[in-house]
């Protein structure tokens, strides 16, 4: 990229930041299945030290818009990027800024470094380490994770 792509870019991106302060939102998806919405909210002091998390449900009637808009776009997106022939990742998600009451801009897509929130306190211990609730949300995130793979790799044959 050249130093002038740079700048598009960041005058692009630019364009949004005052909006972080409300937050960035997140769909959690395996395959076209959302799994749930993240709302993370970042403190005014040390940055990303201070993120408030909010988790709601795949049905959360006030992402409603968000969600079906969204899930109605994917293979238009997968178009944009050259991937219309492709399956979807297991695991992934989508980023959005809040820049209206009822509009929301994408930020970021992501399929390589993907998380479990529930699992994190594993990293460095164990699995056992966790609360018993969030050994189960995060192997039932784990589960569906898998069970989407193994119907792409069944579809495949």
């Known amino acids: 990229m050249t130093k002038r792509e740079v700048k598009i870019e960041q005058q692009q991106n630019d364009t949004y930041v005052f909006f972080v302060e409300e937050g960035e ?3 959690l998806m395996t395959g076209d ?3 749930r919405i993240e709302h993370f909210t970042y403190g005014k002091g040390s940055g990303i030290s201070e993120v408030i998390s909010t988790l709601y449900p795949a049905d959360e009637p006030k992402f409603a ?3 079906e808009t969204f899930l109605q776009q ?3 997106y997968m178009e944009a990027m050259g991937l219309e022939n492709e399956d979807l990742p297991a695991f992934w998600t989508s980023d959005f800024i809040k820049v209206s009451k009822n509009e929301y801009v994408i930020c970021e897509m992501n399929a390589s470094c993907v998380g479990i929130m529930e699992l994190y306190g594993a990293m460095g211990s164990s699995f056992e380490a966790l609360s018993a609730e969030n050994q189960k949300i995060g192997q039932d995130i784990a589960n569906m ?3 989407t793979a193994v119907k792409e790799l069944k579809a495949r044959r």
């Open 25 to 27: 939102f997140r769909l």
């Open 33 to 35: 299945t959302l799994i």
């Open 65 to 67: 818009n968000l969600v």
């Open 74 to 76: 994917i293979p238009h």
């Open 145 to 147: 994770i898998g069970a």
